[in-house]
T-cell receptor, first 115, second 109 residues
Framework: NAGVMQNPRHLVRRRGQEARLRCSPMKGHSHVYWYRQLPEEGLKFMVYLQKENIIDESGMPKERFSAEFPKEGPSILRIQQVVRGDSAAYFC?????????????FGPGTRLTVL | GNSVTQMEGPVTLSEEAFLTINCTYTATGYPSLFWYVQYPGEGLQLLLKATKADDKGSNKGFEATYRKETTSFHLEKGSVQVSDSAVYFCALRDDKIIFGKGTRLHILP
């Protein structure tokens, strides 16, 4: 059973460009969570999604950030018009259908660098 | 609001030394408590957990006891190995998971 997969592992963007980060949850998991880790900081919750639904987006910045988890395909975290402060590691986690905010399994992360 | 505070690193120890990484929490309810480990270039892995007061979580020689009276969940290991070098995160789960800032651990051979 493959673990949580994220791609790309490293992403470089110039200011003003768009960044798209993808997350494929573990097989059988339909709950996805996105976190952001700034240098020397812990992970900060951003958003919690189920298939086709955003359950909790209380950690998402109000502008430029959006997330989706379509019926088919990976979850996407989208950052429009990136700025230097968006440089961070973005981690995705997933959990099984019957677990609500329970044990989460983390992907290896996408490290975004904004030039 | 809920929060987690853990000791700042880096922590540098010699192989076979005793390890303690302190973690205290603030929560309005009765959260579950976790320790996660992050090896270089990887995502977080659950190391151990405890879901109620006085529970002891253990895994790979690491232990932590849920102390409600001191609101603590300190991580301990009796004899560390070079392969334990990583960043360790204390976390609590109430309605969502809240992480501490992490403690980087270096084990010298």
């Amino acid at each position: 059973n493959a673990g949580v997969m994220q791609n790309p592992r490293h992403l470089v963007r110039r200011r003003g460009q768009e960044a798209r980060l993808r997350c494929s949850p573990m097989k059988g998991h339909s709950h996805v969570y996105w976190y952001r880790q700034l240098p020397e900081e812990g992970l900060k919750f951003m958003v919690y999604l189920q298939k086709e639904n955003i359950i909790d987006e209380s950690g998402m910045p109000k502008e430029r950030f959006s997330a989706e988890f379509p019926k088919e395909g990976p979850s996407i975290l989208r950052i429009q018009q990136v700025v230097r402060g968006d440089s961070a590691a973005y981690f995705c986690a997933s959990s099984p259908l019957e677990v609500f905010f329970g044990e989460q399994f983390f992907g290896p992360g996408t490290r975004l660098t904004v030039l | 609001g809920n929060s987690v505070t853990q000791m700042e690193g880096p922590v540098t120890l010699s192989e076979e030394a005793f390890l303690t990484i302190n973690c205290t929490y603030t929560a309005t309810g009765y959260p579950s408590l976790f320790w996660y480990v992050q090896y270089p270039g990887e995502g977080l892995q659950l190391l151990l957990k405890a879901t109620k007061a006085d529970d002891k979580g253990s895994n790979k020689g690491f232990e932590a006891t849920y102390r409600k009276e001191t609101t603590s969940f300190h991580l301990e290991k009796g004899s560390v190995q070079v392969s334990d070098s990583a960043v360790y995160f204390c976390a609590l789960r109430d309605d969502k998971i809240i992480f501490g800032k992490g403690t980087r651990l270096h084990i010298l051979p």
